[in-house]
Every structure is written in structure tokens, then in C-alpha cells.
């Protein structure tokens, strides 16, 4: 054979054996965990709970306590495999002081009775976010006091970072919990379309791509956001992306990592102007 002829072969079986570039199922696949809020409340207008019990890959179901179907939605989100949180409301629920320098005792006591109450109405439980709470969460007294009060019952927190000042993430980090915080809402009460949703889900998934894993909040009530899931969700799969429960993505961090945690990273949080 000619050295033409050999360089020809040579280069055409460089073309079929050189390795494909690299992609995400390849490497350590980006996490992304979704959360959805609200359980325990619905209307004939919101996507009724079966439809969302039904998605076959994980998320994780946010339920409130004191609601009309709270016992149901908690029972039928362990019955279809998925991953509990209670999702919990300090203000404007409660009525709390939140004074700036010390935790009020009846803050405190209108709280533990509240948790108590949810531990109950929500058995199985792994995790707990919080619902609307925009004062409560920025009063350091009390996030401090109450992750102190939760640590022993072993569950994770996730901060819903209903408020860009919120220090949750900060006092749950400084107490040794594990613990994740919102990128991304998916929708809105204002705004809750398919484009919004899609939108906001493709940005998480950069970052997850870049950090390794992410956490996105979507509302229970909304089709758009419904339908959206339905259709993203196995695009992302597809693309190397893996769905897991809120769970696989909080992380407990050493005391000597969390020093100045005050500062406040930043966050790719996109807050509503109108709350839930």
C-alpha cells in the first residue's frame, strides 16, 4: 500500500475511533431537585393532586399544615414514592414580635406549637421549607433559635428565599443542618406561564451545570407550571440532567466553612413581588 493510501486509512480510522465530546452523562451529572408548594390547599381550578402524585420522576411535595386536605395530600405524596416537607408559615400567620435582639417567648412558644402540630398532621416528613415567613426570615434571633429547635428532630431545611435579606440559609448552615435554598421560582402568583416556567428551569440548569446541583420552587395550583414539568423535565433527562428529591441536594457544611456565612453569598433567586 502507498504511504497516500496509508495516511488516507489512517485518518479515516482516526474519524470513527476518536472520542465523541464530552457530555453531561459522562461526567458527574448536575442534580436538580424540584419543590412543589402548597399542598393541603386546591380548587376545582388547580391541577388536581393526583395529576402531580402521578409524575414518575422525583420531586419533592411541600404540604401545609392546618389545611383542608393536609392528612390527605401528606398520605398520598408517601403512597406514590415522592419526597415530604412540611411547608411551614411563621408570619403572617403567626402573630410574632420577631424583636430585633432576642426571641420573644411567645414567638417561640407559638412556633414550637405550630411544628408540633405539623409533625403530627404531616408523619414521614424528611424536610422542611418555609412558607411566605418574609419578616420571619430575616430576624436572625429567631432563624438562630428555631434551626437550634430543629436540628434534633433530623430534618433538612430548605430556605424558599422569599426575601433577599433572608438569614434561614445562614443560621440553618451555622447550626450544622442540612440545608438547601431556592434559585429559581418556577412561577409566580402573578406570573405562571409554560414560557416563565420554562424560562426559569433552563437557567437552573445552568446552574447545576456549573455547581452541581440546584433547587427550583413551583406552586401546586398552576397547569402551566404542570404542563411544563411534564414537557421539560424528559428534555433535561435526555440531555444528562438527573431529577432528584430536595434531599440529595441540601448539604451540611463544617463550623470552620461557615464563618462570615452573614455576608450572604450571592443568589440567583428570582423573588415575586406578589406572594403566595
Keep these: 500500500m502507498s504511504r497516500g493510501r496509508l495516511l488516507s486509512a489512517g485518518a479515516l480510522f482516526v474519524a470513527f475511533t476518536a472520542p465523541s465530546p464530552p457530555v453531561l452523562a459522562q461526567a458527574r451529572r448536575p442534580k436538580i431537585a424540584v419543590v412543589i408548594d402548597d399542598f393541603g ?15 414518575p420522576w422525583p420531586v419533592s411535595f411541600a404540604v401545609m399544615p392546618e389545611s383542608p386536605r393536609t392528612r390527605k ?4 405524596t408517601l403512597q406514590h414514592g415522592h419526597e415530604l416537607l412540611i411547608h411551614f408559615p411563621f408570619d403572617p400567620f403567626l402573630d410574632l ?4 435582639d432576642r426571641v420573644y417567648p411567645g414567638d417561640a412558644k407559638q412556633v ?6 405539623a409533625m403530627k398532621e404531616i408523619p414521614g416528613a424528611k424536610g422542611l421549607n418555609n412558607h411566605r415567613s418574609l419578616k420571619a426570615t430575616q430576624n436572625r434571633p429567631l432563624m438562630a433559635w428555631f434551626m437550634k429547635f430543629l436540628k434534633p428532630t ?8 422569599v426575601s433577599a435579606k433572608s438569614v434561614a440559609y445562614d ?5 450544622g443542618l442540612r440545608t438547601a435554598r431556592l434559585s429559581y421560582f418556577l412561577d409566580t402568583a402573578g406570573v405562571h406561564s409554560r414560557d416563565f416556567c420554562r424560562q426559569k428551569l433552563r437557567l437552573a440548569a445552568v446552574i447545576a451545570r456549573k455547581k452541581g446541583s440546584v433547587l427550583v420552587i413551583g406552586h401546586h395550583y398552576f397547569w402551566a407550571t404542570y404542563k411544563c414539568l411534564v414537557e421539560e423535565v424528559p428534555e433535561l433527562q435526555k440531555e444528562g440532567y438527573d431529577f432528584v428529591f430536595a434531599s440529595q441536594v441540601a448539604k451540611a457544611f463544617a463550623p470552620d466553612k461557615v464563618k462570615g ?11 415575586s413581588a406578589e406572594r403566595f
Design 41 to 55: 390547599i386546591t380548587s376545582r381550578k388547580n391541577v388536581p393532586d393526583r395529576y402531580w402524585m402521578e409524575i
Design 73 to 76: 395530600a401528606a398520605r398520598e
Design 97 to 100: 414580635s420577631l424583636r430585633p
Design 112 to 117: 414550637e406549637w405550630l411544628f408540633k402540630k
Design 154 to 161: 433530623g430534618l433538612y431545611f430548605v430556605d424558599s428565599r
Design 171 to 175: 443560621e440553618a448552615r451555622k447550626e
Design 261 to 271: 456565612a452573614g455576608g450572604g453569598s450571592r443568589t440567583h433567586t428570582a423573588l
